[in-house]
Each structure stands twice: as C-alpha cells, then as structure tokens.
C-alpha cells in the first residue's frame, strides 16, 4: 500500500499554560493574559513534539495537513515531515475559532486522522467543528483533561498513530469531550459537563478514559491512610500535597486548611502555604528535603501530569522518586481493572524514571505494589497488583 497517511494537525500552542502557575485552566484571554504575567511558559509544541518524535521513522509514509506557524507547520517542518499548509493564523494571538476552522477544512480535506494538542477546551472546540464521523486523538497539553479523546501521555499519542499507518489492528470507537466550569473549578468545585462524542482509535492502554468523579466516600479507609503517612512525617521536611479528596484526607486529619483542587505545603504537621504556582512550590522548597504526596485520578490512574502541574519535573527530580507518596483506596484502584497508573510530566526522561511499580498506600501500614508507565501492558500478569499488608516500613518506590 503506497498511499501516505494523511494526518491532519492541530497544535493550541496557548493550552495548559495557566497549570504550572496555579491558574487551574488556560480559557479566554484574561487567563492567558494572567499566565505570561505570572511568568508561564507554553508547552503545546514541545509535547507534540513529543508525540511526533514516535513516527520519525514513518515519516516516508505521512503527509501532513496543518495551520501555518505555531499551529503545527513550524514544528512539523522543522522535524522533517511532508507539509501542507491549508490556513493562516495571527501568529501569536490564536483563538478557539482557529482551532474549530483548521477541524473542519482538515475533514473536508478527507484527513485519515486529526491530531490535535490541547486541553478539554479544545477538544470541544473540535467536536463542535467535525462531530462524530472524523477520526481524532488528542496529545494531552491542557490543565484540564476529564475527556476520553486523549490518549494518556504525548508519546502514546504517537505510538497509536503509530499503529494506525503500520497497519496494527487498532478499535475504532466513540469516547466522550467533557469540559469543566473554569470558574467552579477556581472556587474548588468539579462541574464536568458532556458536550459530545467523537470517533477515537482505541489502542489498549494508550488512551484515557474519561475521568470519574468519586462516587463513595470511604471515610474510615482514609483515616488510615492519613494515619499511615502522619505516623511517617519528618518534622524537619516539606510535604507538598497534591489534589484530591484522597489527600484532603491527610489534611483534614492534621486539621489543616486544604485546597482541594490545588497544592498546598506542610512541614511539622503545619500549613506553610496553600494554592502554590510550580515556581513558589520551588522557591519554598529550596535546599530542603522534599516529600510529594499524590493521589490517582479516579478511572484514568495519572498520578502525575493531570491537574498537578504545579509538581514540575523540577520539584520530582528535587524530591526524588524515593520521595513520592501515592495514596489510594483499594476501591479506587479496582477501577482501573489493571491498568497502570500514568505519569505523563511533560519530561520523558522522567517518565522513563517514574516507571514501573510504585507502592501505593491503601491503609494503615497497608499498601498495594501496582505499576506505573504508559508502556505497561494491561494485560500482563505483571500489571496485576501485588499486595503487601501491614507494611511496617516507609513506602519507598521499587
């Protein structure tokens, strides 16, 4: 088969920018105005890039169909694809009516596949534009990412578009584009509504589910958890506390304040600051040893990459994989029936290190060891939990 794959692309090189800075999403102009105030960076491109980088030896068999500059023609040049140009934009002002406009000329066009990078905006922004006949997936760039249109990091992206043009049997299937009220959110309330569905190619592992919200408190089962990690705390170290109702928990155990849809910092059982930017978690932090508690996103398993950006790379590496703290109910793990957990922190080399089995803290000196990584078969026996009770250890990675 001689045909090239035509893969359409569409880059927001503007989504995500408002996590790392605390600003809980990126939509409209006022909060892309606060994020490059606060000293945000965009991220968009460099995580297509990513995404790219796993058909560099399929390039021969791809044509691809992009916006000009920032939405996808300069980074898909520069990486030595076939390129078409088929819109203009004003570079570095793009809006949501650019992305809806490259959606529709690329299906008119026939694409095979739409890839696009973004958050939960854009992913509305597309099924708005091309419904449910045209093919798409989305590399994971935004702040918010609660629909099933993603797959779970930049490089499995890559892998199913991948298998799609080297022929791999791969589902085609519908998932749903959820989108949250930003200013709920900022409030510290979840307001998922859907908004549609769109036509996905289902790659085992490779693509989220949509995210579940907490359907049963399991009160007691977290007092143990909290019990467990206070019974551990150093006094003289940082914790930084990731969201969740799973770490507001061990907050409301220390009868501290929380942010739940946040990250805050204790040290000594005492709250030193709340609702931190990636930079003030840093700031605070320097020259201390570091602890990172974090919890898994219910039915999707990222524990690192998906509402907690202000954890940069930076604040990890600080850390130290030996310094992360993963926390869950049993109940919230069988969700997941399986799969691994994800890291998707925007750094491959750290994902790369973050990989493998984690021991997740289920109870009182009760944990489970569960894997962690993209590229861990769900299928596997070695993607089965093992369950270790009445650990009496601190919970250090394998």
């Not at 596949?113 to 590399?139: K, W, Y």
């Amino acid at each position: 088969m001689n045909r090239h794959f035509r893969l359409g692309l569409i880059v927001n090189p503007l989504a995500g920018i408002g996590g790392a800075v605390g600003l809980k999403g990126s939509d409209g102009d006022e909060i892309v105005e606060q994020a490059f105030a606060r000293g945000a960076l965009p991220h968009a491109t460099e995580r297509t890039r990513i995404a790219l980088e796993m058909l560099r030896e399929l390039q021969h068999q791809i044509s691809v169909f992009t916006y000009s500059g920032e939405m996808g023609e300069s980074l898909a040049r520069e990486m030595g694809f076939d390129v078409d140009v088929i819109g203009e934009i004003d570079s570095g002002k793009t809006t949501a009516k650019d992305t809806e406009r490259a959606a529709r000329e690329l299906q008119s066009l026939g694409v095979d596949l739409i890839l696009f990078a973004g958050g939960d905006g854009t992913a509305r922004n597309i099924c708005h534009s091309v419904g449910e006949m045209q093919p798409v997936l989305g590399i994971p760039a935004g702040v918010k990412i609660h629909s099933g249109v993603y797959a779970v990091t930049p490089q499995a992206a890559g892998e199913v578009v991948a298998q799609l043009i080297t022929g791999k049997l791969v589902t085609v299937a519908e998932a749903e584009v959820r989108d949250i009220d930003e200013e709920a959110f900022r409030g510290g309330q979840v307001k998922a509504r859907y908004y549609g569905d769109m036509l996905v190619p289902r790659a085992h592992q490779y693509v989220q589910r949509v995210k579940q919200g907490g359907r049963e408190v399991e009160e007691l089962v977290l007092q143990d958890i909290a019990a467990s990690i206070i019974e551990e705390m150093d006094p003289e170290a940082f914790y930084v506390i990731g969201p969740g109702t799973t770490t507001r928990g061990l907050m409301d155990e220390m009868n501290l304040g929380n942010t739940l849809l946040g990250v805050d910092l204790v040290k000594d059982q005492q709250l030193i600051a709340s609702d931190l930017s990636a930079q003030q978690l840093l700031e605070l932090t320097e020259g201390a040893e570091v602890y990172i508690l974090v919890t898994a996103i219910g039915g999707q398993g990222h524990i690192l990459g998906r509402g907690n950006h202000q954890i940069s790379p930076e604040l990890i590496r600080r850390a130290g994989v030996d310094h992360i703290r993963v926390i869950a109910t049993k109940s919230k793990l069988a969700e997941l029936e399986g799969a691994p957990l994800q890291v998707d922190t925007g750094d491959p080399s750290l994902d790369d290190l973050l990989s493998g089995h984690v021991q997740v803290i289920t109870g009182y000196r009760d944990a489970v060891l569960y894997p962690v990584g993209w590229k861990q078969a769900t299928d596997s026996e070695s993607a089965k939990p093992e369950v270790q009770d009445k650990c009496t250890k601190p919970l250090h990675r394998d």
